[in-house]
Protein backbone atom coordinates (compact mmCIF):
# COMPACT_ATOMS: atom_id res chain seq x y z
CA UNK A 1 0.00 0.00 0.00
CA UNK A 2 2.57 2.56 0.86
CA UNK A 3 4.64 1.97 -2.46
CA UNK A 4 1.28 2.46 -4.04
CA UNK A 5 1.16 5.70 -2.59
CA UNK A 6 4.70 6.55 -3.11
CA UNK A 7 4.58 5.90 -6.63
CA UNK A 8 1.42 7.92 -7.43
CA UNK A 9 3.27 10.84 -5.76
CA UNK A 10 6.28 10.02 -7.92
CA UNK A 11 4.28 10.46 -10.86
CA UNK A 12 2.26 13.31 -10.12
CA UNK A 13 5.34 15.13 -9.50
CA UNK A 14 7.30 14.52 -12.80
CA UNK A 15 3.85 15.39 -14.35
CA UNK A 16 3.24 18.14 -12.92
CA UNK A 17 5.74 20.83 -14.22
CA UNK A 18 3.92 19.19 -18.13
CA UNK A 19 1.22 20.05 -16.93
CA UNK A 20 1.56 23.26 -15.29
CA UNK A 21 2.04 24.40 -18.80
CA UNK A 22 -0.61 26.68 -20.33
CA UNK A 23 -1.93 25.87 -23.17
CA UNK A 24 -4.38 27.79 -25.06
CA UNK A 25 -8.37 27.24 -26.14
CA UNK A 26 -7.11 26.75 -29.80
CA UNK A 27 -4.47 23.88 -29.30
CA UNK A 28 -7.27 21.90 -27.18
CA UNK A 29 -9.44 22.32 -30.00
CA UNK A 30 -7.05 21.07 -32.47
CA UNK A 31 -5.93 18.20 -30.73
CA UNK A 32 -9.42 16.87 -30.15
CA UNK A 33 -10.44 17.65 -33.48
CA UNK A 34 -7.31 15.25 -34.77
CA UNK A 35 -5.13 17.74 -36.23
CA UNK A 36 -1.96 16.56 -35.41
CA UNK A 37 0.34 17.86 -33.06
CA UNK A 38 3.58 17.25 -31.39
CA UNK A 39 3.98 13.96 -29.71
CA UNK A 40 6.98 11.99 -28.29
CA UNK A 41 7.89 8.22 -28.41
CA UNK A 42 4.16 7.37 -26.42
CA UNK A 43 2.20 8.38 -29.94
CA UNK A 44 -0.76 10.40 -29.92
CA UNK A 45 -3.37 9.92 -27.39
CA UNK A 46 -4.46 11.49 -23.86
CA UNK A 47 -0.35 11.46 -22.80
CA UNK A 48 0.09 13.34 -25.86
CA UNK A 49 -2.13 16.03 -25.37
CA UNK A 50 -0.75 16.39 -21.75
CA UNK A 51 2.71 15.66 -22.51
CA UNK A 52 3.40 16.90 -26.25
CA UNK A 53 7.03 15.84 -26.80
CA UNK A 54 8.85 16.43 -23.85
CA UNK A 55 11.24 13.84 -23.60
CA UNK A 56 12.38 11.02 -20.84
CA UNK A 57 10.66 9.47 -18.14
CA UNK A 58 7.42 11.71 -19.28
CA UNK A 59 7.14 9.39 -22.55
CA UNK A 60 6.39 6.52 -19.94
CA UNK A 61 4.19 8.53 -17.93
CA UNK A 62 2.34 9.65 -21.30
CA UNK A 63 2.23 5.88 -22.59
CA UNK A 64 0.79 4.87 -19.31
CA UNK A 65 -1.75 7.49 -19.66
CA UNK A 66 -2.47 6.68 -23.23
CA UNK A 67 -2.90 2.88 -21.82
CA UNK A 68 -4.59 2.85 -18.92
CA UNK A 69 -7.20 5.70 -20.47
CA UNK A 70 -7.69 3.45 -23.78
CA UNK A 71 -7.74 6.71 -25.81
CA UNK A 72 -4.88 6.28 -28.74
CA UNK A 73 -7.34 3.41 -30.15
CA UNK A 74 -10.12 5.67 -30.40
CA UNK A 75 -8.07 8.78 -30.95
CA UNK A 76 -6.14 7.07 -34.55
CA UNK A 77 -9.46 5.74 -35.69
CA UNK A 78 -11.84 8.51 -34.98
CA UNK A 79 -8.78 11.07 -35.37
CA UNK A 80 -8.90 12.72 -31.77
CA UNK A 81 -6.85 13.23 -28.89
CA UNK A 82 -3.87 14.85 -31.49
CA UNK A 83 -3.82 12.08 -33.77
CA UNK A 84 -4.36 13.93 -37.03
CA UNK A 85 -7.11 12.59 -39.41
CA UNK A 86 -9.14 9.40 -39.04
CA UNK A 87 -9.28 6.59 -40.59
CA UNK A 88 -12.08 7.51 -41.68
CA UNK A 89 -11.12 10.93 -43.12
CA UNK A 90 -7.94 9.65 -44.90
CA UNK A 91 -9.87 6.80 -46.63
CA UNK A 92 -12.22 9.07 -48.05
CA UNK A 93 -9.05 11.44 -48.99
CA UNK A 94 -7.45 8.37 -50.88
CA UNK A 95 -10.77 7.74 -52.69
CA UNK A 96 -11.90 11.51 -53.73
CA UNK A 97 -8.20 11.71 -55.06
CA UNK A 98 -8.14 8.06 -57.28
CA UNK A 99 -11.97 8.45 -57.96
CA UNK A 100 -13.15 12.83 -58.58
CA UNK A 101 -14.44 12.79 -61.91
CA UNK A 102 -16.60 9.03 -61.07
CA UNK A 103 -17.79 10.60 -57.41
CA UNK A 104 -18.51 13.91 -58.98
CA UNK A 105 -20.86 11.99 -61.58
CA UNK A 106 -22.46 10.03 -58.68
CA UNK A 107 -22.86 12.76 -56.25
CA UNK A 108 -24.55 14.90 -59.07
CA UNK A 109 -27.37 11.79 -59.61
CA UNK A 110 -27.39 10.48 -55.60
CA UNK A 111 -26.23 7.55 -56.41
CA UNK A 112 -23.66 4.97 -57.83
CA UNK A 113 -20.65 2.84 -57.11
CA UNK A 114 -18.85 5.64 -55.77
CA UNK A 115 -21.82 6.77 -52.93
CA UNK A 116 -21.59 3.03 -52.35
CA UNK A 117 -17.92 3.11 -51.56
CA UNK A 118 -18.01 6.09 -49.57
CA UNK A 119 -21.25 4.35 -47.80
CA UNK A 120 -18.38 1.28 -46.82
CA UNK A 121 -15.66 3.56 -46.09
CA UNK A 122 -16.92 5.55 -43.41
CA UNK A 123 -19.09 3.25 -41.80
CA UNK A 124 -22.56 5.22 -43.05
CA UNK A 125 -25.54 3.01 -42.55
CA UNK A 126 -27.68 3.60 -45.55
CA UNK A 127 -26.14 3.98 -48.89
CA UNK A 128 -29.30 6.13 -50.58
CA UNK A 129 -29.46 7.69 -47.74
CA UNK A 130 -26.18 9.16 -48.31
CA UNK A 131 -26.63 9.77 -51.70
CA UNK A 132 -29.22 12.04 -51.08
CA UNK A 133 -27.47 14.40 -48.25
CA UNK A 134 -24.86 14.52 -51.23
CA UNK A 135 -26.64 14.94 -54.10
CA UNK A 136 -28.44 18.34 -52.21
CA UNK A 137 -25.11 19.47 -51.06
CA UNK A 138 -23.65 19.06 -54.54
CA UNK A 139 -23.02 23.04 -54.54
CA UNK A 140 -20.85 23.31 -51.98
CA UNK A 141 -19.06 19.74 -52.68
CA UNK A 142 -17.70 20.59 -55.94
CA UNK A 143 -18.52 24.23 -56.18
CA UNK A 144 -16.00 24.78 -59.28
CA UNK A 145 -14.37 22.12 -61.88
CA UNK A 146 -10.92 23.25 -59.90
CA UNK A 147 -11.90 23.00 -56.61
CA UNK A 148 -9.32 21.16 -54.31
CA UNK A 149 -9.35 16.90 -53.98
CA UNK A 150 -9.06 18.16 -50.29
CA UNK A 151 -11.90 20.94 -50.16
CA UNK A 152 -14.29 18.19 -51.62
CA UNK A 153 -13.24 15.42 -48.87
CA UNK A 154 -13.66 18.17 -46.50
CA UNK A 155 -17.47 18.82 -47.84
CA UNK A 156 -17.87 15.11 -47.82
CA UNK A 157 -17.33 14.55 -44.41
CA UNK A 158 -18.76 17.62 -43.01
CA UNK A 159 -22.32 16.00 -45.05
CA UNK A 160 -21.85 12.82 -43.63
CA UNK A 161 -21.39 13.54 -40.22
CA UNK A 162 -23.01 16.76 -40.19
CA UNK A 163 -26.36 14.56 -40.62
CA UNK A 164 -26.78 11.22 -37.65
CA UNK A 165 -29.46 10.16 -39.42
CA UNK A 166 -26.65 8.69 -42.23
CA UNK A 167 -24.90 6.62 -39.16
CA UNK A 168 -21.33 7.39 -40.38
CA UNK A 169 -18.10 6.82 -38.56
CA UNK A 170 -19.61 4.56 -35.72
CA UNK A 171 -18.80 1.38 -37.10
Known amino acids: MTFRVLAAAAVLLAAAPALAQSKTEEDLRKGLKGAPGNYGAAGCGLGAMAFK ?4 GLQIIAATLNGICANQTFGITFGTSNCGPSLFA ?19 RGEGEAIGA ?3 INACSDSRAVGAALQRRFGAIFPSADVSDAAVTDAILETLLADPSLGCGRG
Open 90 to 108: QGTRNFVEANREVLAKDVA
Open 53 to 56: DQPG
Open 118 to 120: LTV
